[in-house]
């Protein structure tokens, strides 16, 4: 994340931000002189991967399942790790640039697509509905951005508010990931985790939709008051 200073309050509320090993780890990357947007972009190759796997998982053997949704969670927190860093280097280690704003929405809505989407086809039990399901959270996770910047375009503190936050849409795929090796060992992949995984992900993002557009519609009647 890559905000100007001037806006720091609006930068998304993470306790992982504030870990001594974060700071390590991004001043490490600054000394090297690693671009705050490049590691905005990297954050795209785990998300792939993370999409990948899900696209693979149907048709692989059960262990090879398990490979994959291993490597699909811990691809996961990568692209968060990514996207933490890319704030840390670009504020705390002075490496903002005049396209940080870019750099850190664009891909990121991107990651939500490349992870979300897939995971709807790995629900073999539903067949096209699956995939539909899966399209449908991505398209909610990318509106909930879309509002959080629409606020801040007019003036008001961006909002991060849940319950279905990018951390927490994230956090809900890793532990159906994670719960699913058991759904594998125990019963066969069809994706039955997945598709709780998603449909909560998918309510969440929606409800937290509703908060943010009546946030917003408080502050600007708020506004009009004045």
Known sequence: MQPDPSTRAARRPLKT????????????????????????????????????CFLLLPDAAPLLQVALLIVAAGSIQLRLLANMLDGLVAVEGGGRTLTGD??????????????????????????????????????LAVLTAYVRVFGGSLGFVQSFAGPMAKQHR??????ACLLSVVEVLVAGFQGRILFLGLLVI??????????????ITRQLQDRGRR
């Open 170 to 175: 994230m956090a809900t795929l890793t532990v």
């Open 102 to 139: 870019l750099f850190n929405e664009v891909p990121d809505r991107i990651a939500d697509v490349l992870i979300l989407a897939p995971a709807g086809y790995a629900i073999v039990w539903l067949g096209s509905a699956g995939i539909t399901l899966g399209w449908l959270v991505a398209l």
């Open 202 to 215: 998918g309510l969440g993002a929606a409800l937290t939709l509703l908060r943010r557009l009546q946030l």
């Open 17 to 52: 931000r504030g870990r001594a090993w974060a700071h390590g780890l991004a001043a490490w990357l600054a000394a090297r002189r690693v671009q705050p947007n490049a590691i905005s972009l990297s954050s795209l190759v785990p998300a792939a991967a993370a999409g990948l």
